[in-house]
């Protein structure tokens, strides 16, 4: 059977919601499962969605079944009305009817919601985003529930706290001479920084986040919720906002420092398929194995022992990524862990700790667990391994490094990861993270100076979920938020992820990145049923391969004219400029590269439908280079 080209490009044949436009004068918004996105007036991004959104008791996100789905043009005015079904995982439902009201200069969203029996939820009701790009630093007038009013900031640097909260209106500058009011009713509201876990938005949302959840909403008792959104014009007329056309421009900023080295994961419960695998870690040029080891999991000798002869196969030098229970004297605890490392004859490069806590994260106004101070955990883990660099930080993600800060004087680097799905699993929001990336790294090089930096493990896919009891299972290989599985890991999707993900954190100078594990779902190779055959390399593998290949020479920054849409980095290696592109879109895109002959390697559809197991090279002597859908590009300047 011919893969079909959807699967190629994402690993599954699910389709994404085809957006219906909506618009009245200057104002538009897209409409996807009930929901609004993408909200514009004359052309410029005003709010990136307005959502009623159901979580479940675990933070997964309960999907909407819509029925009776209205669309009304009156007058000036588009009128849209339907109604929704949530259902809870031990199917309790709540039923919501919902209108939505776009007018030339306002929009209204507004939502009754009633359970059949009790429905207990994490959180019921409105999310309203507002873009991070062009606000973050930029001014905004708060209105409280009193009544209020507030002059202040959207968050620069990445806020671990509510910027704001008990808010009523939020107005901010869309444009010179144009504001725009958000105005929210029937619940408490307040913010928080989503950038946090990399989502590219600053989200206001109902119900404190200082109040117990998971909460019940009981059998039959109507909530209503409802918002506004308002377009004042203060000033002179503004034209509409051009959109760039035409190719991409691509300007090249040579002797940057040095790209990281590349990681590889590795986990207990993927043995024999890592032993059967040992050998593409030296094929990818990765130089660190990150070895996951939890002895609340029951990780021991057997683990450590599987480490080294994974070490011994790849030449990797080894980070044992350890959680430490905590639960007796920290001495006793590193020092029974010391004793199993040195009977297994593993050898490390570096250790990284983390209190087994920690795992688990402490919202705002929670109250936070037992744990001994981070300090004492890296003084006991640097007794029991005195040879050994201490690591700290967050086996989770920035959020959580963000709201707990580790004693860094202490430690020879700090660590975390970051996961694209822990909100939104739509290729556009996955793809978006990478505006929240940036400032990410901006934020951790702000806190913690110089101090040497490693990211990852992080992958598309969820490997835990430090705000529930588990992350989500995914058997269809659907487009799920925190789901262990991502069926674009798999595809071409995944291959561009990866090198956008390298490009962005490229500027903060990260002395290792890991962005993949050996085997298993975060891994290397190809399952059954996957667009490459099983047991090859997939996508990404080439895309790691060259960024270990690249991390040996010095950095270039690639800046590109639609960073929303093309990302790249690059590096002088051997007397050859080697530039690596990633095309972030479903759309074909045009680069104009630098002038001069070339060699070009794609990673594509064609390429990927073909079956070729290894990319080839081609000379290419144009300007202009195509981008294909979730295309990466390879280009060497000879």
């Not at 008791?57 to 009156?74: K, Y």
């Not at 107005?171 to 619940?187: L, S």
């Not at 080294?308 to 006793?332: H, I, N, W, Y």
């Not at 201490?390 to 020879?412: C, H, Q």
């Amino acid at each position: 059977m011919t893969a079909s080209r959807a699967f190629l490009l994402f690993g599954t044949e699910e389709p994404e919601p085809v957006p219906r436009r909506l618009e009245a004068g200057r104002l538009s918004a897209e409409l996807v499962g009930g929901n609004l996105r993408m909200i514009r007036f004359s052309g410029t991004e005003v709010l990136r969605a307005i959502s009623f959104l159901v979580r479940d008791r675990d933070w997964g996100t309960c999907e909407a079944e819509i029925t009776g789905l209205i669309v009304e043009e009156e007058g000036a005015a588009t009128i849209v009305r339907y109604d929704a079904r949530f259902q809870a995982p031990d199917g309790a439902v709540l039923d919501c009817r919902s209108t939505i009201e776009v007018f030339p200069d306002a929009l209204i969203f507004d939502t009754h919601f009633t359970p059949d029996r009790d429905f207990e939820t994490a959180r019921a009701g409105f999310a309203i985003l507002h873009p991070i790009v062009g606000l973050a630093g930029q001014a905004v007038t708060v209105e409280n529930g009193g009544g209020s009013v507030e002059q202040s900031v959207f968050p620069d640097r990445i806020e671990p706290w509510q910027p704001f909260k008990d808010i009523a209106a939020l107005t901010h500058e869309v444009m010179p001479g144009i504001k725009a009011e958000c105005r929210m009713a029937g619940d408490v509201f307040e913010m928080e920084d989503q950038r946090n876990w990399t989502d590219g938005s600053y989200k206001t949302y109902v119900r404190p986040l200082a109040l117990p959840w998971p909460y019940v909403l009981r059998a039959g008792e109507t909530v209503h919720q409802a918002i506004r959104l308002s377009i004042r014009q203060v000033g002179a007329a503004t034209p509409e906002s051009d959109q760039e056309l035409g190719p991409i421009r691509i300007s090249l900023r040579r002797d940057q420092g040095k790209l990281p080295a590349i990681g590889v994961g590795l986990r207990p419960d993927e043995v024999s398929d890592e032993l059967l695998d040992a050998s593409l870690i030296r094929e990818l040029g990765a130089c660190h194995l990150i070895c996951h080891f939890d002895p609340d999991a029951g990780h021991g000798a057997a683990a450590l022992r599987h480490f080294k002869q994974m070490a011994d196969t790849s030449g990797g030098a080894v980070t044992l990524e350890c959680f430490v229970p905590c639960r007796r004297p920290l001495d006793e605890e590193l020092g029974a862990i010391a004793r199993m490392v040195r009977d297994s004859g593993l050898r490390l490069a570096s250790l990284a700790v983390s209190p087994s806590v920690d795992r688990q994260s402490t919202p705002p106004g929670s109250t936070w667990p037992d744990c001994p101070p981070l300090e004492d955990v890296y003084v006991a883990a640097q007794a029991a391994f005195p040879a050994v660099p201490i690591g700290g930080g967050m086996f989770s993600y920035f959020t959580e490094l963000n709201r707990k800060r580790v004693p860094a004087d202490r430690l020879a680097y700090v660590t975390h990861c970051t996961n694209p799905i822990v909100h939104a699993a739509d290729d556009r929001s996955v793809m978006q993270t990478f505006e929240a990336l940036r400032d990410v790294t901006r934020s951790v090089r702000a806190i913690y100076g110089n101090k040497p930096y490693r990211v990852g493990p992080s992958t598309i896919a969820m490997r835990q979920n430090p705000y529930g009891s588990q992350t989500k299972d995914n058997p269809s290989g659907k487009r799920i938020a925190m789901a262990n599985r991502d069926p674009r890991h798999n595809a071409l999707f995944g291959a561009a992820w990866t090198l956008a993900y390298a490009a962005t954190v490229a500027d903060a100078e990260p002395e290792v990145l890991t962005l993949s594990t050996l085997a298993g779902p975060f891994g290397l190779v190809a399952g059954p049923g996957e667009p490459v055959k099983e047991g090859h390399p997939r996508p990404l593998f080439h895309v790691l391969r060259w960024l270990a290949e690249l991390s040996e020479g010095k950095r270039i920054a690639v800046e590109t004219s639609a960073p929303d849409k093309v990302l790249g980095l690059g590096a002088d290696l051997g007397g050859t400029t080697t530039v690596l592109f990633a095309n972030l879109t479903p759309d074909m895109q045009t680069v104009l590269a630098e002038p001069g002959t070339r060699r070009l390697v794609l990673l594509d559809e064609s390429w990927l439908h073909d079956g070729v197991k290894k990319p080839e090279a081609r000379l290419h002597q144009e300007t202009a280079i195509t981008l294909p859908a979730y295309a990466v590009a390879r280009v060497d300047h000879l």
